[in-house]
């Protein structure tokens, strides 16, 4: 159990307990993260460097080590609360002088009360996961100092994990996190690549920007809606689950009207596309002849996959 007790804490101890009684299954880890690192060299170039394998089971491992055993929060995480989530670097370029170059897709997930079912909660692909590591090198860090671009990475993500876990439980209460993550991205800004603010909207500082940007406090609040409301009880409500979730729609399209092009908008309907087909596929017609028109302007990538609802 959690020793600093906020509202967050209590709903997430009782729903992963509720979670156990009914059949869960649950990975215990140490600390608050529970991330899984898998590394694949098959897009190395022939021409690099590859190494032997050992190099990136340790990389791997340490990486693992560093997110899961790291304490990030003041709160004190037991066993079935740890959060879930996977680390997956794909390598494209790798070096003997350790220089790494990659993409990588880092993805969050959080029970659902009632269910065996995990939501998604984050699903993001960074392009610019470019590090150096020398076999042996301990991984340090500190909140107020850039120390290298690995650990700078790794840290971001923890944070950006908690900020979102706890957003779904809490309304806003993800917010110390977020911030936090922001802090990250100030203090790696001499390092540029995905730090820095850019064309490219799906980089680290746009993400970190989202979640704290103003115009956008009401996605952050109804992130809270979506899970603690709406989905936790989908399973006993599903047609008042699906009213909120409805209600939560409209609101990104009208802040989406205001604010277009965020990454938020992406990163929400890649973890949700195929949820929110799964929901609405049980919906009568009529909820289903309203709401489609709003998935297919808000996330046109799943258009064709939205309209077969209708049929």
Same mark, same amino acid.
């Given at each position: 159990?959690?020793?600093?007790?906020?509202?967050?804490?209590?709903?997430?101890?009782?729903?992963?307990?509720?979670?156990?009684?009914? @059949?869960?299954?649950?990975?215990?880890?140490?600390?608050?993260?529970?991330?899984?690192?898998?590394?694949?060299?098959?897009?190395?170039?022939?021409?690099?460097?590859?190494?032997?394998?050992?190099?990136?089971?340790?990389?791997?491992?340490?990486?693992?080590?560093?997110?899961?055993?790291?304490?990030?929060?003041?709160?004190? +995480?037991?066993?079935?609360?740890?959060?879930?989530?996977?680390?997956?670097?794909?390598?494209?370029?790798?070096? #003997?002088?350790?220089? +790494?170059?990659?993409?990588?897709?880092?993805?969050?997930?959080?029970?659902? !009360?009632?269910?065996?079912?995990?939501?998604?909660?984050?699903?993001?692909?960074?392009?610019?996961?470019?590090?150096?590591?020398?076999?042996?090198?301990?991984?340090?860090?500190?909140?107020?100092?850039?120390?290298?671009?690995?650990?700078?990475?790794?840290? +971001?993500? %923890?944070?950006?994990?908690?900020?979102? /876990? !706890?957003?779904?439980?809490?309304?806003? @209460?993800?917010? $110390?996190? #977020?911030?936090?993550?922001?802090?990250?991205?100030?203090? #790696?800004?001499?390092? @540029? @690549?995905?730090?820095?603010? %850019?064309?490219?909207?799906?980089?680290?500082?746009?993400?970190?920007?989202?979640?704290?940007?103003?115009?956008?406090?009401?996605?952050?609040?109804?992130?809270?809606?979506?899970?603690?409301?709406?989905? /936790?009880?989908?399973?006993?409500?599903?047609?008042?689950?699906?009213?909120?979730?409805?209600? !939560?729609?409209?609101?990104?399209?009208?802040? $989406?009207?205001?604010?277009?092009?965020?990454?938020?908008?992406?990163?929400?309907?890649? #973890?949700?596309?195929?949820?929110?087909?799964?929901?609405?596929?049980?919906?009568?017609?009529?909820?289903?002849?309203?709401?489609?028109?709003?998935?297919? %302007?808000?996330?046109?990538?799943?258009?064709?996959?939205?309209?077969?609802?209708?049929?």
């Amino acid at each position: 159990m959690k020793n600093n007790i906020s509202p967050k804490n209590i709903v997430r101890n009782t729903l992963l307990v509720l979670c156990c009684i009914a @059949g869960f299954s649950i990975i215990v880890k140490a600390q608050e993260i529970n991330c899984r690192v898998s590394i694949s060299t098959d897009q190395i170039q022939v021409n690099e460097q590859r190494g032997t394998t050992q190099i990136y089971n340790e990389l791997q491992n340490v990486m693992q080590e560093f997110m899961n055993n790291r304490r990030w929060t003041n709160d004190n +995480f037991s066993p079935e609360e740890k959060i879930n989530c996977s680390l997956s670097i794909i390598l494209t370029k790798a070096t #003997a002088a350790g220089e +790494f170059e990659a993409n990588a897709r880092f993805q969050v997930t959080r029970p659902v !009360y009632g269910t065996a079912y995990e939501t998604v909660l984050l699903n993001y692909v960074d392009r610019n996961f470019v590090f150096k590591y020398i076999s042996g090198t301990p991984l340090t860090y500190n909140d107020n100092n850039y120390n290298d671009n690995l650990t700078q990475i790794l840290a +971001f993500y %923890s944070y950006v994990a908690l900020a979102y /876990d !706890y957003d779904s439980f809490e309304k806003m @209460g993800g917010l $110390n996190y #977020a911030q936090k993550a922001l802090n990250v991205v100030n203090i #790696a800004q001499t390092a @540029g @690549g995905g730090w820095v603010a %850019s064309n490219d909207i799906r980089n680290r500082y746009w993400l970190a920007e989202n979640l704290l940007n103003q115009q956008l406090l009401s996605l952050r609040e109804g992130f809270y809606t979506y899970h603690r409301l709406a989905l /936790d009880t989908y399973a006993t409500d599903p047609t008042a689950s699906r009213k909120l979730i409805s209600d !939560y729609l409209n609101t990104i399209k009208q802040v $989406n009207q205001n604010r277009p092009g965020q990454v938020w908008f992406r990163l929400f309907f890649e #973890a949700k596309s195929t949820e929110l087909l799964n929901i609405y596929g049980d919906a009568s017609l009529d909820e289903r002849k309203k709401v489609v028109p709003i998935l297919t %302007s808000l996330d046109p990538t799943n258009s064709e996959a939205y309209r077969k609802l209708l049929k």
